[in-house]
């Protein structure tokens, strides 16, 4: 296909000046597109979509339609969008080979209609069919209304949108996947823990998350905020407050991480490696030969879903979970609903622009919550079980102090797992009075004295029974919650 000369139905095209400039360009005799080279389009690292391939299309007019299309379009769209337009139309080239129509003339409803039939045999998600739809009207619209051929578009009206929702769907992840995976999360790469505790706490868009800067992390007024260098939506920079302070350190780890193994070549937060993975003597995963890249959204996916096989993460149906990335900004947005939270006030969480928007939404979180509101924002003081007082938290905000209380591995009976993320499975698990890494608050002390009474009574049992190993366990258990007890009553004072 050189020139329009060979295309018989194309006389109007080619009495089209601008046209016959256009498709004389070398460019339009290959049918492998670079996206860089040819089209001087900027590509996203985590896509890695580098080419856009013609060869597929068999109809030498569709395929001189689909480069005049991508090549006009390549300014206003990104590179995600025209290959999504190329898919379509390659599905639809497809179906014409198979039904050998080989005239653009022969394109009426009827052949809509068994394009129709085509896609659903193929058994594909309505959605996807749906998206196919929408595409190829715009497609055909744009070559009615560019001169290019005459299709009326009139089928698709009222299919390019209607996408039927599947309520049975779970597109979030629920409560007993994440329990399983947080139990293992320790297997992973320590990099890939901190990519999924940062995803799981801000609800970032996976390009969001894999182009972080490295120097994110910026502190004013003393508010510790997240810079994206470019968000992979609005394509402009922008600001995140970090309510969880925890984030800040899981951050300033993998900076560290990054500097130590590239010094000041790579300015991202997180790498990538080489195909091969290695296991360690504990089971867990290691980088094999990371490299200064930005890793890609399969290989995060891969990643998770490598871990789910390894440890047979499963929904309460019993099937094998399959992760995706998308799907923990969906389950931060659960979180909110089910605490309550307005769609507006979600909406906004996620992107808040301005202080004055943030304590407008701040105001409605409370008229919703009401009195739970006051108990997600009180000050908690913690002691550990030698009856010191470890810490204490003051939350600025109760949904991202909902997350906060997620991001330890263990959900205990009461008070709280302080225990870090990234550290190996809890050895003491059902023996939280005996871990270092327990903490309580006033809020525990009515179950404290309840347990208190009830080892007491414990005790004197296994006393009277001459139960040696037994007594020695509840007077180390009776210990831990007289100091817990009298540590929580000495903040009080």
């Excluded at 970090?242 to 951050?251: A, D, F, G, R």
């Excluded at 389950?331 to 992107?351: E, W």
């Excluded at 997620?406 to 709280?416: F, S, V």
């Excluded at 007289?482 to 929580?488: K, P, Q, V």
């Amino acid at each position: 296909m050189n020139n329009l000369n060979q295309l018989v139905e194309f006389q109007v095209l080619s009495q089209n000046e601008e046209m016959l400039i256009l498709t004389s360009l070398p460019l339009f005799n290959k049918d492998i597109w670079h996206t860089v080279n040819d089209l001087d389009m900027e590509v996203l690292e985590h896509c890695a979509l580098y080419i856009l391939n013609f060869e597929p299309l068999s109809q030498d007019w569709l395929k001189l339609l689909a480069k005049l299309y991508c090549f006009q379009k390549r300014k206003y769209y990104t590179l995600n969008t025209l290959s999504g337009f190329l898919t379509s139309i390659k599905s639809f080239s497809n179906f014409l080979k198979i039904t050998n129509i080989n005239n653009s003339g022969r394109i009426d409803n009827q052949i809509f209609n068994e394009f129709d039939y085509y896609l659903q045999s193929k058994g594909l998600l309505e959605s996807t069919i749906t998206h196919y739809y929408s595409n190829l009207a715009v497609f055909f619209d744009t070559c009615r209304l560019e001169g290019w051929l005459d299709v009326n578009t009139y089928w698709f009206k009222g299919k390019r949108y209607s996408i039927k929702i599947n309520n049975n769907k779970i597109d979030y992840i629920p409560e007993e996947v994440w329990n399983q995976f947080q139990e293992n999360i320790y297997l992973l790469p320590e990099q890939v823990q901190r990519m999924v505790l940062i995803i799981r706490t801000t609800g970032l868009r996976i390009g969001e998350l894999l182009n972080l800067p490295l120097d994110c992390l910026r502190k004013r007024n003393n508010q510790w905020r997240l810079r994206l260098k470019e968000t992979e939506k609005y394509q402009i920079e922008d600001e995140l407050p970090i309510n969880i302070i925890e984030l800040v350190t899981i951050i300033s780890e993998q900076q560290n991480y990054i500097n130590r193994l590239f010094g000041n070549s790579f300015d991202k937060l997180f790498c990538t490696n080489t195909n091969k993975r290695q296991i360690l003597k504990n089971g867990q995963w290691e980088f094999y030969k990371p490299i200064p890249k930005v890793m890609s959204s399969a290989q995060f996916n891969m990643w998770l879903n490598l871990l789910a096989k390894k440890v047979n993460i499963r929904s309460k149906d019993g099937e094998l979970w399959h992760f995706k990335s998308h799907q923990f900004r969906k389950t931060v947005a659960t979180i909110m609903t089910n605490a309550g939270v307005r769609d507006l006030i979600i909406q906004k969480y996620l992107r808040h622009r301005s202080s004055e928007m943030q304590r407008y939404y701040k105001h409605l979180i409370q008229q919703v919550l009401g009195s739970e509101y006051q108990e997600l924002i009180k000050e908690k003081k913690y002691v550990d079980i030698a009856g010191k007082l470890a810490s204490s938290h003051k939350p600025k905000n109760p949904v991202t102090e909902l997350l906060r209380r997620r991001m330890y591995q263990i959900t205990t009976q009461y008070g709280e797992c302080h225990r870090p993320i990234l550290k190996k499975p809890c050895q003491t698990v059902n023996a939280c009075w005996r871990c270092s890494h327990w903490r309580v608050s006033n809020d525990d002390l009515t179950y404290l004295k309840e347990d208190l009474k009830r080892v007491k009574s414990e005790l004197d049992i296994s006393q009277n029974l001459g139960m040696i190993r037994q007594q020695q366990g509840l007077e180390d258990d009776l210990k831990s919650l007289r100091n817990c007890i009298e540590g929580l009553e000495s903040t009080n004072d």
